[in-house]
């Protein structure tokens, strides 16, 4: 099991948002969470990823208790998220939005050109294709999505959680997006996907 959120609770006063929640993700697995609004389920993954603290329970990880005081710590054990609302900066290039705290550096300069090369054979390697070169505000929705992906690649993440990710998507989007996503799995990638979306699921 590479995955268990045991009796998750998360209370903001009198307002419980998790009650006791069980969660386990198996490696390679798209795993969905789905409910209708309020249910509780960006909560639960913002806990995971260390967006939010639980107020009990316990997460387990590769077989060892850990806890994630912050998305930095979450990412540093291989999670990833991309939010509903894209957290790239639009004037940077999309290899500048990818490598982004992690830049190859010639001396003590950025080296733009590693830093395109890397993100070409990363966007090979996971098979979603990207011009390292393109400003992302001028990329269309779906390819600023790709972007966020490969970001989370890029530092490491083997479990992805991806929150309402075809809500701005157009319908060829959606396919191209929900295919990368299972080539994704049979490279040992994990999914958390938040959905309301049951076509989609």
Known sequence: MLLRMEKITKRYGRLTA???VDFALERGEVHALVGENGAGKSTLMKILYGEEQPTSGRIVLEGKEVSFRSPAD???AGIGMVHQHFMLFPSLTVAENIVIGR???SGAVFDRKAAAAHVKALSERY???VDPWAVVS???VGVQQRVEILKVLNQGAKI???DEPTG???PLEVEWLLKAIRELAKQGISFILISHKLQEV
Do not use: R
């Open 138 to 140: 001028d990329c269309p």
């Open 160 to 162: 992805v959680i991806l």
């Open 103 to 105: 830049e190859p550096k």
């Open 127 to 129: 098979g979603m294709p």
């Open 74 to 76: 979450a990412i540093a």
């Open 168 to 170: 701005a998507l157009t």
């Open 18 to 20: 998790n009650d006791g």
